[in-house]
């Protein structure tokens, strides 16, 4: 009966080294969630300029990877993502002078969207020139996002697909900045 | 698999937003003007001068780039790992999260100490072995499957 009761007792003695074990790691596990938690929501969230925030991703060119969203078939990268904890912001940079165009901020839509895809939860973009710069918030849903592109996506595919364009829409500024206008029949003079 | 004609870049997105008779004319192979490839490589010199900026307020505290440096290839295999593994899931994306939080500590720490520094490098050099190792496996298997 004895060595019943030593197996026992080395039983016991197991199982509480077992229940120590896991009551540590909670408490460890428990630490880790407090101290992030604290991090993540002390002070309060810099929404005017993003890029005092931290910087989470960087277009570094042709070696940099796109991103891609298998959804709405949508590729592309921001210029830089920033997060103020957990508040992540894609910034599309202009390399010319002067306002913001609407195509700027699709283009900046789309490339949030594809950002999305990869888990890159992008709540607000911010297209920026040598001279100005606009912060614009992010509906949550992917769905509702791309209801604000569906248009211009589905256009640029039906044109990649070989369809003609539905209209031109000269206007002398534009089609001066154009890289095509050498080519086109219907620029403003 | 998808076809590729059916993926859209952003890009293209705001050229037909632009024109659409641009994006027409770009696919039909009409030719980029001169004025407009010198714009570009301007364009091109503004964003790398964009990327300095942003990469001097970076406060990103990899501790990859603290160990290797920030451009090194095997911080970007790292980074790679971050977009390609890491971030489309939910379930490992809070330890991205996590990592941005404590990684400044941990390499402010690692400056100051030796030894958690030398840890730290071999931590680094060993989750870069396992990566070698995973991205390796399915290369062999391709090559036996030639």
Redesign the interface.
């Known amino acids: 009966m004895e060595w019943i009761r030593l197996e026992l007792v080395e039983l016991m003695r197991s199982y509480s080294d077992l229940m120590g074990g896991i009551l540590y790691t909670g408490i460890f596990l428990l630490g ?1 969630i407090v ?2 938690t604290f ?2 929501l002390r002070g309060p969230k810099n929404l005017t300029d993003p ?1 005092k925030a ?3 991703w ?4 042709r ?1 940099t ?4 969203n298998q959804t709405y ?5 921001p ?2 993502m920033y ?1 103020d904890r ?1 508040y992540i912001t894609a910034v599309e ?1 202009k ?2 002078r002067g306002r913001i ?4 901020i ?3 839509k ?2 949030a ?2 950002a999305r ?4 939860q992008v709540k607000a973009v911010m297209v920026k020139t ?1 001279t100005t710069q606009q912060v614009i918030s992010l509906p949550a849903a992917d769905t509702a996002l791309y209801d604000e ?1 569906s248009d ?2 589905e ?3 039906t ?4 369809a ?7 206007e002398l500024r ?1 089609c001066a ?8 029949s ?1 620029r403003a003079a | 698999m998808s076809r590729k004609s059916e993926w859209i870049s952003a890009s293209e997105v705001g050229r037909v937003e632009f024109c659409e008779k641009a994006l027409e004319l770009k696919y039909a192979g009409a030719s980029v003007s001169t004025k407009a490839q010198a714009a570009r490589v301007r364009g091109d010199q503004a964003h790398e001068q964009f990327n300095v900026q942003a990469k001097a307020a970076d406060k990103r505290c990899f501790i990859a780039s603290h160990v290797w440096g920030i451009d090194d290839p095997r911080t970007e295999c790292l980074r790679q790992f971050r977009d390609t593994a890491l971030m489309p899931n939910r379930s490992t994306r809070w330890l991205v999260a996590l990592y941005y939080r404590l990684s400044p500590a941990l390499v402010t720490v690692c400056r100051h100490l030796p030894i958690v520094d030398a840890v730290a490098r071999w931590l680094c050099a060993r989750v870069l072995a396992k990566l070698s190792l995973r991205a390796e496996v399915p290369e062999r298997k391709s090559g036996r499957a030639k």
Not at chain 1, 101 to 104: G, L, R
Not at chain 1, 117 to 120: E, H, Q, T
Not at chain 1, 159 to 162: D, L, N, R
């Open positions: 880790i101290v992030y991090l993540a890029t931290d910087l989470i960087l277009d570094e060119g070696s990877k796109p991103f891609f078939k949508v590729l592309g990268k210029d830089a997060n957990g940079y390399s010319r165009h609407a195509s700027d699709t283009q900046a789309a490339a969207l594809a895809g990869n888990g890159y040598k592109i211009a996506v256009m640029a595919r044109i990649k697909q070989g003609k364009a539905r209209s031109a829409k000269p534009k900045s154009c890289a095509y206008n050498a080519s086109c219907d």
